[in-house]
Structures are given as C-alpha cells and as structure tokens.
C-alpha cells in the first residue's frame, strides 16, 4: 500500500507518495504514450541551469523517471520522450529505458514547440493510434484505467484529467459543464469560491484520439489549451474530463521540489537525502536538506531545508538555511531567467534564499 505524508507548507495542497506506485496494467492497451520533457524549467533556475526539469533527480531518481515507472505500472511501456533544452540530462536520466521497464523513443526539438507542437514533431511515431500524454514534472499514482474508462464512455476526441484545486493554487481554472471540458480560466481567488465546489485544475495526464491531430498545427509552436482544444471545440469535437482522486505533485518552484523531497523522505523516517561522493564532516549539523552529487561540507557547519548542487561546498563554519546553493561557476556571466529567483554570491557559491 501506499504511505501518505502531508505537507506543512500549504504552498502543496495534495498528498505525497512513498517512492511505490501502486497501479494495475491498463484495461484498455494503449499502444503509445508520450512524455513532455522539453520545458527550460526558467523558476527552478539556476537548479535548471544545467539540466531540464524533468532529469533533476528526486531522492536518488529523475523527476522523469517517476513519469516512466507510473507509466509501465499501467501497461505503457512504449514512449516518446520530447527533448530541447539540455537534452543530454535527459538521455542521461532515462537512457533506453529500460531500467524503468520502458522502450523509449527520443525525438528531438531544436526550437521549443509547446505540448501540441511537440506532438506534431512527433507526428510520424504518434498518428494512427490512441495515446497517453503526461507532463514530465509530476510524481502521480492518479487510475489511468478510470479515466481510460471516461474516455471510452464519452467517445471523445480527447480527455483531460483533473483534479480539484481546493486551496486554489495558481494553477489555470479548468472550466467544464456535463463532463466535457468548455474553456480555461485564469488563476483562481480564494474569496471567489467560499460555498462554492473547488475550482478544478489540470494534472498534465490526457489521453488523445488519433483524430486530434486534424487540429494541431504543422510545423509551428502550438498549445493545446490555446491551440487545438478551442479550434476541436468550434468543430463539435467531445473533449471529455476525467475528475481523479489520488497522489499528485508538480514541481515547478524550488520550494515545492524541497518540500516535496521532504515529505517523501519523512515518509521513510528519514530526514537528508545525499547523493553519491558527498563528504560531510562529523562536526557538521546537517537535517531536512537535499545534497546532490559531489557536496563538501566542512566542520563547525549548519544547514537546514536547503538543496545544494553538484560540487557545492559549504565551508567551515558557514550556515545555510531555506535556500538553494549551486556553484557560482555554473551560473557566472549569465543572466538568471525572469521567473527565477534571485540570488548572491558567496564565495564559490551562488545562493538563492527561498524567503523572497
């Protein structure tokens, strides 16, 4: 069975998993699924500085490695796998696949397309067949096979699958009437839904008819919330919603990816995750931190909720709390995304406090 541990920070309003994902082969085979893994992932910068989103790794695995292994738990073991920005951390994560028990496809973007011109590029692998799209940056045990069962039931195009948003986090309103969705909002207000049911957002998942593809664009960057769902929409096309219950994380600020990485390690009964050739003094004073490949930690040091980078190191007598550090070098001359946060150098470190 699955573990469950809740969040202090209310910043994540579901519930997070152990590293198991209990699931059951789909009833319905699917005989492609996709994975959006192409993103810049601009507001974990300067985590992102040298990897994208989806190959940073979470308690010892690849964010993206999580999307594969939720996938070949319901049977998808066939996957096209979209790259662009630092494509190489992402190979590099998955390799062939099979260590996560998939076959993978890579296809590669040499500009951004957005989630339905990734699709396009992928056109000749992907057309002819019933498939599964997820985004690359969440950690979910959401029944596939329940909302393969919407989909069928509802003869869609395509469906969504979604979840309701009761803290209203700034994730886009889903607006939706009798099962099928009718539009996109903006970001919900809190006030605006006292008494009201949540307003429901959307997880990433969506399954997609061969038919959709008559609405994507050729060749040219395209949303498929801006895009093609409207334009399918105007035709008479059903796009259906699936509303899940279940484990469901995103991470796309550095606060969420500690706070996630966290929770899931309480749900071990433990409190610091350290990944391979890390060297921490005995005199130092290290808890509820995230270390990746290759830290230095000297004496007389204090950490606290912090991620530190590949090659950091912390010296003696320093103290580093709520915040993430990289070394300077890595992000040196250049200029830091404008949905990053900001940060100092100190010393051989670039530190970004997550106080801002």
Known sequence: MLGWCDLVDRSVCFRIPSTEIESGVLEYPLMRAMILSAGYGTRLWPLTEDRTKPAMPILGKPLVGYVAEYLASFGCDDIVVNLHHRPESVRAALGDGSRYGVKLHYVDEPVILGTSGALDNAREILEGETIVVVNGKIITDIDLNAAFETHRRTEAIATLVLLPNPDCQRFTVVETSDGLL???????????????????????????????????????????????????????????????????????????????????????????????????????????????????????????????????????????????????????????????????????????????
Request: hydrophobic share 40%; aromatic share 6%.
């Open 182 to 356: 009718k539009g996109f909002g903006s970001m919900p207000v809190q006030s605006e839904y006292v008494g009201r049911e949540a307003p429901m957002m959307f997880t990433g998942i969506q399954i997609l008819e061969p038919g959709i593809f008559k609405y994507i664009p050729r060749g040219v960057f395209s949303h498929s919330t801006s895009d093609v769902y409207p334009q399918a929409m105007a035709k008479g096309e059903r796009i259906a919603v699936h509303v899940a219950t279940g484990i469901w994380y995103e991470l796309s600020t550095p606060q969420r990816y500690l706070d996630i990485s966290l929770a899931m390690l309480a749900e071990r009964g433990e409190h610091l995750s350290v990944g391979s050739a890390c060297v921490i003094s005995e005199r130092a004073d290290v808890s509820q931190s995230v270390l990746w490949d290759g830290v230095v930690i000297e004496a007389d040091v204090r950490i606290r909720r912090a991620v530190l980078g590949d090659g950091v190191r912390i010296t003696a007598g320093e103290v580093i709390e709520n915040a993430v550090v990289v070394r300077n070098s890595l992000v040196e001359g250049k200029t830091s995304p404008l949905k990053a946060l900001k940060g100092v150098v100190r010393g051989d470190n670039f530190v970004v406090s997550l106080s801002q």
